[in-house]
């Protein structure tokens, strides 16, 4: 079957503007995930939703970023105010009930901010 | 703060040789350890993993150690191919309720594979 998709690919924007970045679970996977992970490095952990809340939100760097999952499907990430810094692959995954169960990711959105 | 680390940051070994990537780990709380690779351009990709009341799993051609006293993982690759080229990353989940849900990642190590 289809694994965890994110689109698009690859994101260009300026300093001060707005993103969303979309993940695409696998079908029938009940957590989704978002990791952050900047050149060289392992991902970072950002924030991790149940069904269609945020169970934890604790990595979120600050309120710039914010991410829903409405119908606890799909699910997007949105950064207000982007900084260069916000410049990483932003990766999603799913596990099938929760975070005890194996975390399958995507291809991930690579940012670059200018 | 407490994170996975690596020994390494990249290991090269002739084709056809094992491979043994190592990875410490500092919280004694963490219940379940996974190892991933991630090749160029992609998402991490799942290989193996293992629970904290376990010392040893086998996939095919992985092995995964754990070692609780010395808190120290290791991923033996047999007979590396070219296709094993990646970067690969060990990652600890907290038992749950004692911290952040998500998965801590070391910094990975880059495994090449030599002709």
């Known amino acids: 079957g289809a694994g965890v998709s994110q689109t698009p690919s690859n994101k260009v924007t300026e300093k001060g503007k707005y993103v969303e970045l979309r993940c695409d679970p696998i079908?029938?996977?009940?957590?989704l995930y978002w990791y952050r992970q900047s050149l060289g490095q392992g991902p970072e952990f950002l924030i991790y939703?149940?069904?269609?809340?945020?169970?934890?939100d604790s990595g979120l760097p600050n309120d710039r970023f914010f991410a829903v999952r409405p119908e606890g499907s799909v699910s997007t990430l949105k950064i207000q105010r982007t900084e260069r810094g916000d410049s990483a692959v932003y990766l999603c995954?799913?596990?099938?009930?929760?975070?005890?169960?194996?975390?399958?990711f995507g291809p991930g959105t690579r940012l670059t901010v200018l | 703060g407490e994170s996975v680390g690596l020994h390494l940051p990249t290991l090269s070994v002739q084709e056809g040789d094992n491979s043994i990537i190592n990875c410490a780990y500092s919280?004694?709380?963490?219940?379940?350890f996974i190892w991933y690779k991630q090749e160029s351009g992609k998402g991490p990709q799942f290989i193996i993993d293992?629970?904290?009341?376990?010392d040893k799993r086998q996939g095919q051609r992985v092995t995964v150690l754990l070692n609780k006293t010395v808190k120290h993982l290791s991923l033996q690759i047999a007979a590396t191919q070219p296709g094993d080229s990646a970067v690969y990353f060990c990652?600890?989940?907290?038992?749950?309720?004692?911290?952040?849900?998500?998965?801590?990642f070391g910094k990975g190590t880059h495994l090449i594979i030599q002709p």
């Open positions: 995954a799913s596990s099938l009930r929760d975070h005890r169960d194996t975390q399958y």
């Open positions: 919280n004694s709380a963490s219940d379940y």
């Open positions: 079908s029938g996977h009940t957590a």
């Open positions: 293992i629970r904290s009341n376990m």
């Open positions: 990652a600890e989940r907290l038992y749950s309720g004692g911290g952040a849900d998500g998965l801590t």
């Open positions: 939703f149940q069904g269609t809340g945020a169970a934890d």
